[in-house]
């Protein structure tokens, strides 16, 4: 058996792979890893089957074709060329025997891309729906006042400082108090960063009225963490409303989709809850203007009633009155009459009593010829009265007389 040495085995292969693969064909893979240098771009392609690799190749894009590439590509080739994304690319079979084969990439196809990601999309859809998981967060109901915000963000971003102006540099003058959870927006640990914020915000002894994720603007692609099945799980599973303003305006994310509402900024969310807050503060203010002007028309009523009720009182009070001084004045009269009448009959009294007294007057009796006896002072009325030891006083009308008893 003829025995070949490396160079020269590695040669037939090389002709056989430049007979075979004379011009750049389409291939389809998933990007396993990425590095750049340079400003070249190296990845690892893998093909898989029930998620296990059973295909793999090395890739280049090298600066020059990367540069051209995204001169007539609307996307970002960056956001492309992730980790994880399905992609279409055409390349040239190139085989060094010292180095191997390696995949140069002459050209890519977004939309096959894009339509990958759109497919996965409906798929976590599906599985939401299916785990009774989607649009849960839109049954609950907002506070009447938003005042404590759980705000899921890169506290470095762009999108997090905007939030935070807008909402505390507001024209009514409210206040909130703001909690911040730090999350990537993009990149590989995003996704589990969110989720982490999720299980810190229901740990917290903090009862938030609201939580919101804010995130500044950037490219398509970097929405791809907001279709992760996590964090619309995470969002469902809340028992407080969430706020969404991940930075686009054409799409919608799966997150967006399922929160309680989604905003296209953060300073769109900012405005939502100072719109909110007023419209409560508008209906008070309404509400406190009804109550006035019905409390005034009961007062006018009221005052109407008392009106009248105190004219009646005092036409009643008048009148009474008249009849009172109408019966003091005959009570008057009356007494007037009866105490002349009373007055005639006591005098005619004190006439008939003074001739009485005058007839009993002892002064009187002795003018008649009848005398007084007295004895140690003490008037004599009868004989047995007298004592012989004493002198007897004898007095008449002009005078008085001793006598002794023999």
């Known amino acids: 058996m003829e025995t070949f040495s490396l160079s020269r085995l590695n040669e037939y292969i090389r002709r056989a792979i430049v007979a075979n693969f004379i011009d750049p064909l389409w291939i389809t893979g998933e990007i396993l890893q990425v590095k750049i240098n340079k400003g070249h771009v190296y990845i690892d392609l893998v093909e898989k089957s029930n998620e296990a690799i059973i295909a793999q190749s090395s890739l280049v894009l090298w600066k020059t074709n990367f540069v051209l590439l995204q001169k007539n590509t609307v996307i970002k080739l960056e956001e492309l060329v992730k980790e994880g994304n399905e992609v279409k690319l055409q390349v040239i079979v190139d085989y060094n025997i010292r180095y191997g084969l390696k995949l140069i990439i002459q050209n ?100 938030f009225d609201l939580i919101v994720i804010v995130r500044g603007g950037g490219a398509k692609m970097d929405l791809v963490n907001f279709d992760h099945y996590d964090i619309s799980k995470q969002i469902s599973l809340s028992s407080i409303p969430v706020l969404t303003g991940i930075g686009h305006f054409i799409d919608e994310s799966i997150a967006d989709m399922n929160a309680f509402k989604a905003l296209k900024t953060p300073t769109g969310v900012a405005s939502f809850i100072l719109q909110w807050n007023n419209d409560f503060e508008r209906k008070l203010d309404n509400n406190l203007e009804r109550i006035s002007i019905s409390f005034q028309k009961i007062l006018y009523s009221e005052k109407h009633i008392l009106e009248s009720l105190l004219a009646k009182l005092t036409l009643q009070s008048k009148v009474i009155t008249s009849n009172a001084e109408k019966s003091i004045e005959a009570i008057n009269t009356l007494l007037n009459k009866n105490y002349a009448s009373r007055i005639s009959e006591a005098f005619i009294e004190l006439l008939e009593l003074e001739k009485v007294i005058y007839a009993n007057d002892p002064k009187v009796a002795m003018q008649n010829g009848f005398v007084l006896i007295q004895q140690s002072n003490k008037r004599v009325k009868r004989k047995n009265e007298l004592e012989q030891k004493y002198e007897i006083e004898t007095i008449f009308s002009d005078g008085r007389i001793l006598s002794t008893i023999k």
């Open 108 to 207: 890519i196809d977004p939309s096959y891309t894009l339509g990958k990601i759109a497919q996965q999309k409906l798929e976590i859809i599906a599985k939401l729906k299916a785990d009774n998981l989607w649009q849960i967060n839109q049954n609950l109901d907002l506070p009447i006042v938003i005042k404590k915000i759980a705000v899921i963000t890169s506290l470095s971003s762009a999108g997090k400082i905007d939030f935070e102006h807008e909402l505390t540099s507001n024209q009514f003058g409210y206040s909130f108090n703001l909690t911040f959870f730090q999350a990537g927006m993009q990149g590989e640990f995003g996704v589990n960063e969110v989720v982490s914020a999720f299980q810190e915000i229901n740990k917290s002894s903090i009862k």
